[in-house]
Each structure stands twice: as structure tokens, then as C-alpha cells.
């Protein structure tokens, strides 16, 4: 049976459906980059709010931007926008449901012009984003907006053909403006530090160079939250497809696996009117800065600290990585002497148990979010997530060698593209080029890597760091084997 609107009548009575009706919902929501993590959390979120509140206009409008997006666009609409959510426990109990939050998909590459009209309709109150740590266009070196991107400078010059994000941010927005409409509220959910201050620098950047008096109407009145996201959404297997059809002869090609855990803390700024989601655990604070800071550099840095050796060495999964005893006590010990000192204490929080949450998290055997998911775009991922903490201990005078190890580790993984057993890893970085031109002359000139700069700012010329860097390159380049480092250390 396949998975659509017309067959929800008979899937409801093996499996919980949305409860609403999904023809008249409103859709408040336009949300940019439906991907598995959007669709595990915010659209999760709505989905439980649309059930308490049918007519409260909360539904979602999911915009793809890029032509990468088209398999998810094309499956999305067969499917009238519903899909399944498979809740994986540790204990080996799995809940699924069938979800109705995303009313409709847009694909922008093929329609521009309706997804600028959806964003500019009275009816869209908020605009969330979902764009990867990499989606917003700025210079870890510098901080500043990057204009040589080429599709940024062909929507400048056409403001009305716009190819990213900014081009239809701005875009929706002139028109609201001209058409005396209220303004929208920009809600980024991507784990990057001060997510919502970042997307509003960089929207004004962009609208400046387009327009100064609309960048201007922006800065005046449009609100960017900040938010801290949270919950584990490995990538979608064949086998979880498989399992959907073998359970309840259900069709769904393309459902969202994740862990039970769910956490979001926003800041209340809406410009016009939000979801009331506190009555579903979503916490409203003032500042959220302390809680993204705690998420990024303990669970995504702990995840990357399991990863990237996790590859080398061979182990497929994250929970492989926390079943070998030397990796579970060398991502604690990265989250001990070196994360949390550069941590503000958060009221209210005991961050010792939450580092013991994240290990119980990161183990859940049911969940076998693979290696090569955390190891993505690591390029603009590290930066945010790894790199602040070391460059922090190295201006404290911390410990910094759990950090450089996962530098070089990273390093051989991207000279490499093999594992210490000569199986090819499964690359998907952007940069993988740039990484591994620079990566393959590690031999002959041991610092070559951290020539990115792009990637690792100054830290080449901190010599505290460049020393251990070397020694350890030398160790993995010898043949020593990561695992053997990692517990050396
Ligand atoms: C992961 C995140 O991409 C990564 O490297 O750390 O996707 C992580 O699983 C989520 O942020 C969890 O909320």
C-alpha cells in the first residue's frame, strides 16, 4: 500500500496518522531544506501541535533550493507530503507514525517564482532554514559574507532570479515590503553557534550589496532567533524502507529514522506570531547562547571525535565506536579535559549528566548512524564544532591533544580516502578536493593540511599546536594505527 493521502483511511488502523484534516490547513511555515533532521524534529513538533490545535494554521510549506533536493521534492509530492517517523529506542521498541505537518513541497529550481510568491503570502509567518552548517556562505577565517560565490553574483545582479537562500530571502522580502505586508520571522535550525545572529549578518550582507534600504526595512523588522536543535536522525537505509513494507505492508520510500530524545530551546522573538510549542516541551528563553554552545561542542564535536577515527579505524557506526572501550573513554575524555572547560556553566543544567546522556545516546544500538554521516561536510562542520574549543585551550593553556588527534586523524582520512584495512571510505565533502591536495603532501611537508585555511584559520602558525600536530602525524604516518594513539594518549 502505498503511502498517501488517499490510503491514510486504511493505514490508520495499524499505525498512528495525523488526526487533522490536511486539506484546509494553513501553511504559517516555509521551511527551506527538507531533510531528514527537519522532518524528525520541526515538522515532528508541528505534526503533535496540528493534532492538539487542527485549525491553528501551523502546517508547513518545505521548499528544496537546490536540484540535489529533487528525489526528496518528487517522492514528497507523490506521497501528498506524509511520510513515516521510526522511533528507535535502545531498548529494541520501535514507534512509528505516520506524519502530516509538511502540507506541501515547492522546488525552486523548476518553479522560483511560486516559492517567492508562498514566502511573501500573508499566510507565511515564519521562514526556518535548514541549510547545513555550510548553507551560510561566510569565511571561517574572516567571519564575513563570501561574495565570489557565483550564484550569489548572479543574483545580485538579478535580483529577481535568485539561486540560494539569500537571493529568495530577500526576494520574499522586497516583495512583503512593497506590498505593505508584515514581515516574516527568519528561524534558522542548523547547529552553528549564534545560528540566528549569523543568518541575519549574512542576510543583511547579501541585501546591502542588492539594496540598502530593504537591507535596511530587514534590520528594522525582521527577528532572528537564536535556537538549539537537537535530535539524532541517521541517514534513511533500504533496510528501514524494508522494514515499513515487511511490518505493515506500508510503501513509504522515503521515511526518517531517529532516537527518542527531542530538545529545542528559541529564543522568543517572533515578529509575527509563533506556534505556541511550549505545550509541547519546546523551551522559550531569553538567551540561548549557552545551550547551543553545550549541544555544538559536546554532542556534534563528540560525534566527530568518534567519527573520523571511527573511519579510519574501520568501525561502520557511531554505536560501533562506542561498543570498542579505547573510543567511548577517549570521546569522554576529549569531553572532560577539553570541552567542558571552555564551557559557561548553564543554571539549571548538570553538564556531567548530560555528558552521560550523550554517551547513552551515541550508544544506542538501534540507531547505527554511520560514520560516513558524521564525517560529512566536515569542512564546515570542524570549524563550528571542534576548532573554537581548540583554539580556546590553546589561548588558556588546556589541554589540547584530544582535539589535534581527531586534526589528524582527519588529515590521513583525507590523504587517504582508505581505512587502516585499505577499504575506500565513503567521502562526501564539498572541500574533499582541497582537503586531499592538501592532505596528500603530508609526507614530504607534515603542516600541509593546515594550509587550508579556510578551514583551520591561523592555526598553523600557533606553534604549541603545529609541535604535537607533527608528532602525531608522525605517529599515524608510521603505522602506529589510531586506535593505538587514541589509547596512548
Ligand atoms: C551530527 C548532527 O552532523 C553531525 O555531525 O553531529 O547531525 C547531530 O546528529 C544532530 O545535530 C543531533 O541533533
Keep these: 500500500m502505498q503511502l498517501n493521502q488517499r490510503n491514510i483511511f486504511k493505514i490508520k488502523k495499524q499505525l498512528s496518522c495525523p ?51 529533487r528525489t526528496m521534492y518528487d517522492i514528497l509530492k507523490k506521497q501528498n507530503g506524509l511520510y513515516t517517523l521510526i522511533v528507535q529506542h ?34 507565511t509567518k515564519i521562514v526556518s532554514l535548514t541549510i547545513t552548517e555550510g548553507g551560510y556562505n561566510f569565511s571561517p577565517l574572516t567571519g564575513a559574507f563570501n561574495f565570489d560565490n557565483a550564484d550569489i553574483q548572479q543574483e545580485l545582479l538579478h535580483p529577481d532570479q535568485p ?33 540566528g545572529d549569523v543568518a541575519r549578518q549574512m542576510v543583511l550582507a547579501f541585501a546591502q550589496k542588492q539594496d540598502a534600504a530593504l537591507a535596511e526595512w ?30 505493515y505492508g506500508l510503501k513509504d520510500e522515503w521515511p526518517v529514522v531517529c532516537e527518542p530524545f527531542i530538545q529545542w530551546v528559541v529564543e522568543d522573538k517572533f515578529v509575527n506570531g509563533r506556534p505556541p510549542l511550549e505545550e509541547l516541551g519546546v523551551q522559550f528563553v531569553p538567551n540561548v547562547t549557552p545551550y547551543e554552545k553545550m ?20 568501525h561502520p557506526t557511531i554505536n560501533a565506536c562506542m561498543e570498542d572501550a579505547v573510543f567511548a573513554k577517549f570521546m569522554r575524555a576529549f569531553m572532560d579535559k577539553e570541552a567542558t ?49 581548540l583554539q580556546e585551550n590553546l589561548a588558556s593553556g588546556g ?26 571510505l565513503e567521502i562526501i565533502d564539498t572541500q574533499q578536493n582541497l582537503l586531499h591536495e592538501a592532505a596528500k603532501k603530508t609526507a614530504s611537508h607534515p603542516l600541509s593540511f593546515l594550509e587550508v585555511s579556510e578551514v583551520f584559520g591561523k592555526l598553523i602558525e600557533n606553534e604549541r599546536f603545529t609541535k604535537r600536530y607533527v608528532e602525531m602525524i608522525q605517529l599515524i604516518y608510521e603505522g602506529k594505527g589510531i586506535r593505538k594513539i587514541m589509547s596512548d594518549i
Design 19 to 69: 488526526t487533522y484534516s490536511r486539506q484546509t490547513l494553513k501553511t504559517g511555515i516555509v521551511h527551506i531544506g527538507i531533510g531528514g533532521f527537519h522532518r524528525a524534529h520541526q515538522a515532528y513538533y508541528l505534526h503533535q501541535l496540528l493534532g492538539k490545535y487542527p485549525k491553528s494554521g501551523w502546517g508547513i510549506c518545505g521548499v528544496g533550493i537546490r536540484e540535489g533536493d
Design 90 to 123: 535502545p531498548n529494541g521498541t520501535v514507534k512509528s507514525e505516520v506524519i502530516g505537518a509538511i502540507k506541501e513541497m515547492l522546488l525552486a529550481v523548476d518553479t522560483p517564482k511560486k516559492v517567492i510568491d508562498k514566502m511573501a503570502h500573508p499566510d
Design 163 to 195: 539561486k540560494t537562500v539569500f537571493g529568495y530571502l530577500t526576494a520574499a522580502l522586497r516583495k512583503r515590503r512593497t506590498k505593505g505586508i508584515a514581515p516574516f520571522t527568519i528561524l534558522s535550525c542548523d547547529n552553528i553557534q549564534h545560528n
Design 218 to 247: 530587514i534590520a528594522e523588522n525582521v527577528t532572528f532567533p537564536n535556537t538549539m536543535v537537537d535530535r539524532i536522525t541517521p541517514v534513511t537505509t533500504s533496510a528501514d524502507i524494508g522494514y515499513l513494507q515487511e511490518e
Design 295 to 314: 549541544k555544538i561542542r559536546l554532542l556534534n564535536a563528540g560525534h566527530s571525535v568518534l567519527g573520523i577515527p571511527g573511519a579510519v579505524h574501520g
Design 341 to 389: 572547560p571552555v564551557l559557561d556553566a548553564i543554571e539549571g543544567i548538570d553538564l556531567e549528566k548530560y555528558k552521560d546522556s550523550l554517551e547513552e545516546r551515541f550508544a544506542n544500538p538501534n540507531i547505527k548512524d554511520s560514520v560516513s554521516r558524521i564525517c560529512s561536510e566536515s569542512a564546515a562542520k570542524l570549524p563550528k564544532f571542534l576548532i573554537p574549543t
Design 399 to 424: 589541554s589540547i591533544d584530544y582535539a589535534t588527534l581527531i586534526l589528524v586523524a582527519w588529515c590521513y582520512y583525507s590523504d587517504k580516502e582508505m581505512d587502516e584495512n585499505n577499504n575506500p
